[in-house]
Structures are given as C-alpha cells and as structure tokens.
C-alpha cells in the first residue's frame, strides 16, 4: 500500500541533497543499571509494528514521491548489541536509509551501566516525534517486563501533514501572516561559524551538561525576570557568536526552532510528523553590553514573534505554492528556492521524565539532538531530562572543528554562570 509523501517528507529529504545535514534525529538514554537485551529487542520490534511509518519506505519521485508497504524483512541493523563506546558511538553516527528502511534503528551497549542510542530519519518526524516515539519504546519495554506476551492494541497511524496546524488560520489573517510575516524563513546569514578546510572530515556529537543545581539557578534567575530559559540560552548564543565572529555591534540573523502543536488543542500522540517551523530573531551586540542588556532585547524580539503569528509564515507559504502550482511544479520551486541557515538553533526541550520509564531502569540522563550538519553549517541543539539540560552540536568535521566547537560550548558554559552567579539584573 502507498500513502502520500508530506511537504516536510520532501523538505527533509532535500536537505541532504542540498548538502545542510543528513536527515537523523539522535536520541541516547543512559541507565544506572542494566537493561534486559531479549526485553529491548522485542520493543523495538513491537514499536515498527505498532508506528507503521517506522517499517514504511520512501519512494522518491520529486513532488509524487510516496512511503510504501513492504514485506517484513529482518533488518540486521533494527536492533544491535555492543559491548564498546567506540561501536556505539559509531553506531550513533550512523544514518537509516529511506530507500530500503527502517526508519529507525536501536542499539543497546552493554557495560556496568548500560546505554541506549535511537536514530531515527528526520523525514519521518521532528525533535518532538522522536520524544514520542522515545515514550511509547519504554512504555512497550515495561509491558513486556510484566508480560512477555504482551502487544499493543492500539495502531499510530494518522494524518502527518501540518493541515491541522494551519485549518483554524482565517483567510484574513493568512493574508495578514504572507504579507507581514514574511521573514521568518530559513536564510543565509552573512556571517559563518569558524570551521576548517581540512578535506578529511567524520561524523562526531560534542554535548555539554549543565548539572541540576545550576539549572535550578537559571530558571529562578528566568522566573525573577520574567523570561524563559530559552531567551536566556539564546542570549548567551547571540553573545559567544558576536564575540567569535568579531561583529562589534553587527547584526546576526538566527532561525531557531518553533514547535507548531502549540497550535493544536488535542496535542495527543496520534502519527509521527514534522510539526517543526522556523522563526528568525535578529539583533547585534553593542561594545561593552551587559548579558541583561542583552537579554532584554531577545525577550522583547521573541514577545513580538509570539504575539504575531509565531511560525505560522512558513506553513502557509508551503501551503501556498503547493496548492498553486500542485505537486510537480510545487517541489521545483521548493528545491530551487531552499536556503539552509549557516547558524541555527534548536531547543528540544524537556524529555518527560514521568514518562520516559523503563521499568527496573532508572535513567541517569537521556539527550536528543537533531542531524549531523555539513559544513559551514552549523547548530547548537537543547534537551533537558530530571533537571539536568545538554548542549549538542553535531558536524561532519575534522579535529580542529572539534577544537573550535569545545572552546564555544565552554563560552556557553561562561555566559550562563553570569546567570547562575548573578541572578539579578
């Protein structure tokens, strides 16, 4: 059986043949104990069956490309065991092929504590899909604990499109949106994170934590100033960035990203989907500001995004062109006029840890991250899990990439202690 490819299907799959990222989402779980393997296996293979897209494969045909049935197979690399962080490092650098599936792929590395890595193809879902996909894993695993004949007796399998998002948008303020909101698509910035030529390039995912205490800190420090943590992680973004870069008060563009259920009154888990939208803050940094100073024109920018529409433009701009000029001729112009962000920024947020529970398990931390970008693409992604918030950023690089990267995630680290150190603007 086929079903339709969706408009955030062809999006992700064009930003690997554009050369932004590879089209992976990155989820790793680490345990205080062990977890059982045969357990583990059968979940994962319970979760293919039970999310059908998982097991689905891509066909591509340009705007009628379409997911497709196929009979079982047994896919040697749905479910893996190692016994060395280098194989699952590996193994979490890896990719799922859309062509041949599945679309998900789980390996267990097996020590005195052991460790989960989910990759999942960003075609099939966003950060938040794999969250859910990540919920229902466990939620599966624990049940088999309890019953070894256990299967789900429910199928998730519904509309992946982003209709829903946009149905309830009146035709005024659609016009009103297309007209006045035109910005807040991905774009080019003028300005690059500092990268290597080196030819000789390899997959890595540099993280840093930011442990419960200081986080608590943060988050009095946004309650006493009305803010929210991600206007203060972006800040302190803005502030490494324009010091790296030499920008001396210039303006630096960056899109980060708007999960769209926000829009949704059922917000249900109902099919894995790309609900993913973009909104781009623009502002420089004068000689001599003050984290506060600084902090204070993000908060006032992204009020400003969040009272007009926050990423509303980009789904309705797709919406547009495709019910214009239909499926071909819709895909041309999507593919000729894509523009990949040099520097972008994704907040995950939080992985729930009422329901992210593997029974008999507990979690010591669990992060997720987005794709493995190319150069001089660049991304710094935000997960938090029990308190506990990491920092990713993922590149096809080489050692002094790598270099680069660690010396801006201790900047990050630097900026937030004013946060946590202060606490008073």
Request: charge should be neutral; include cysteine.
């Given at each position: 059986?086929?079903?339709?490819?969706?408009?955030?299907?062809?999006?992700?799959?064009?930003?690997?043949?554009?050369?932004?990222?590879?089209?992976?989402?990155?989820?790793?779980?680490?345990?205080?104990?062990?977890?059982?393997?045969?357990?583990?296996?059968?979940?994962?293979?319970?979760?293919?069956?039970?999310?059908?897209?998982?097991?689905?494969?891509?066909?591509?045909?340009?705007?009628?490309?379409?997911?497709?049935?196929?009979?079982?197979?047994?896919?040697?690399?749905?479910?893996?065991?190692?016994?060395?962080?280098?194989?699952?490092?590996?193994?979490?650098?890896?990719?799922?092929?859309?062509?041949?599936?599945?679309?998900?792929?789980?390996?267990?590395?097996?020590?005195?504590?052991?460790?989960?890595?989910?990759?999942?193809?960003?075609?099939?879902?966003?950060?938040?899909?794999?969250?859910?996909?990540?919920?229902?894993?466990?939620?599966?695993?624990?049940?088999?604990?309890?019953?070894?004949?256990?299967?789900?007796?429910?199928?998730?399998?519904?509309?992946?499109?982003?209709?829903?998002?946009?149905?309830?948008?009146?035709?005024?303020?659609?016009?009103?949106?297309?007209?006045?909101?035109?910005?807040?698509?991905?774009?080019?910035?003028?300005?690059?994170?500092?990268?290597?030529?080196?030819?000789?390039?390899?997959?890595?995912?540099?993280?840093?934590?930011?442990?419960?205490?200081?986080?608590?800190?943060?988050?009095?420090?946004?309650?006493?100033?009305?803010?929210?943590?991600?206007?203060?992680?972006?800040?302190?973004?803005?502030?490494?960035?324009?010091?790296?870069?030499?920008?001396?008060?210039?303006?630096?563009?960056?899109?980060?990203m708007i999960d769209m259920r926000r829009?949704?009154?059922?917000?249900?888990?109902?099919?894995?989907?790309?609900?993913?939208?973009?909104?781009?803050?623009?502002?420089?940094?004068r000689p001599g500001e003050d984290f506060?100073?600084?902090?204070?024109?993000?908060?006032?920018?992204?009020?400003?995004?969040?009272?007009?529409?926050?990423?509303?433009?980009?789904?309705?701009?797709?919406?547009?062109?495709?019910?214009?000029?239909?499926?071909?001729?819709?895909?041309k112009i999507l593919k000729n006029s894509?523009?990949?962000?040099?520097?972008?920024?994704?907040?995950?947020?939080?992985?729930?840890?009422?329901?992210?529970?593997?029974?008999?398990?507990?979690?010591?931390?669990?992060?997720?991250?987005?794709?493995?970008?190319?150069?001089?693409?660049?991304?710094?992604?935000?997960?938090?899990?029990?308190?506990?918030?990491?920092?990713?950023?993922?590149?096809?690089?080489?050692?002094?990439?790598?270099?680069?990267?660690?010396?801006?995630?201790?900047?990050?680290?630097?900026?937030?202690?004013?946060?946590?150190?202060?606490?008073?603007?």
């Amino acid at each position: 059986m086929r079903f339709k490819a969706e408009l955030f299907d062809y999006l992700q799959y064009l930003y690997d043949t554009t050369g932004f990222n590879d089209h992976q989402l990155h989820c790793v779980i680490i345990f205080e104990n062990k977890i059982n393997a045969l357990a583990m296996e059968m979940a994962v293979r319970l979760l293919i069956k039970t999310v059908p897209i998982l097991s689905r494969v891509y066909r591509n045909n340009n705007g009628s490309s379409y997911w497709e049935d196929i009979n079982p197979l047994e896919w040697t690399d749905l479910f893996m065991i190692v016994d060395n962080e280098e194989d699952f490092e590996r193994f979490t650098f890896s990719k799922t092929n859309e062509e041949i599936g599945p679309q998900i792929k789980v390996c267990l590395l097996q020590s005195a504590s052991d460790s989960l890595s989910i990759i999942m193809n960003h075609m099939v879902c966003d950060g938040a899909g794999i969250k859910q996909c990540a919920y229902l894993l466990a939620d599966i695993y624990s049940n088999i604990l309890k019953d070894p004949e256990y299967v789900p007796d429910y199928i998730i399998d519904g509309d992946r499109s982003f209709k829903k998002i946009i149905s309830g948008v009146r035709l005024t303020d659609r016009i009103k949106i297309l007209l006045f909101n035109n910005k807040d698509n991905n774009q080019r910035n003028n300005y690059k994170f500092p990268m290597s030529t080196e030819a000789k390039t390899s997959p890595f995912i540099l993280r840093h934590e930011i442990l419960p205490e200081r986080y608590y800190e943060i988050r009095n420090f946004c309650k006493k100033h009305n803010v929210t943590v991600n206007d203060v992680i972006l800040t302190a973004y803005f502030r490494v960035l324009s010091d790296m870069l030499n920008l001396n008060g210039k303006a630096l563009s960056i899109p980060i990203m708007i999960d769209m259920r926000r829009y949704l009154t059922d917000k249900s888990f109902n099919a894995p989907a790309n609900l993913s939208s973009t909104v781009i803050i623009r502002l420089g940094i004068r000689p001599g500001e003050d984290f506060c100073q600084t902090l204070a024109k993000v908060s006032s920018e992204m009020n400003v995004k969040k009272n007009n529409y926050l990423g509303l433009n980009t789904f309705l701009k797709l919406d547009a062109v495709f019910k214009i000029f239909k499926d071909n001729w819709g895909y041309k112009i999507l593919k000729n006029s894509l523009k990949n962000p040099d520097i972008c920024m994704t907040n995950i947020g939080v992985l729930d840890s009422t329901k992210l529970i593997f029974e008999g398990s507990p979690i010591t931390n669990a992060f997720i991250c987005g794709s493995i970008k190319y150069r001089p693409h660049f991304q710094l992604a935000i997960s938090s899990f029990n308190d506990k918030m990491t920092f990713c950023v993922n590149l096809y690089g080489s050692r002094q990439d790598r270099e680069n990267i660690s010396k801006f995630l201790e900047l990050m680290d630097s900026e937030l202690k004013i946060v946590s150190k202060d606490g008073i603007c």
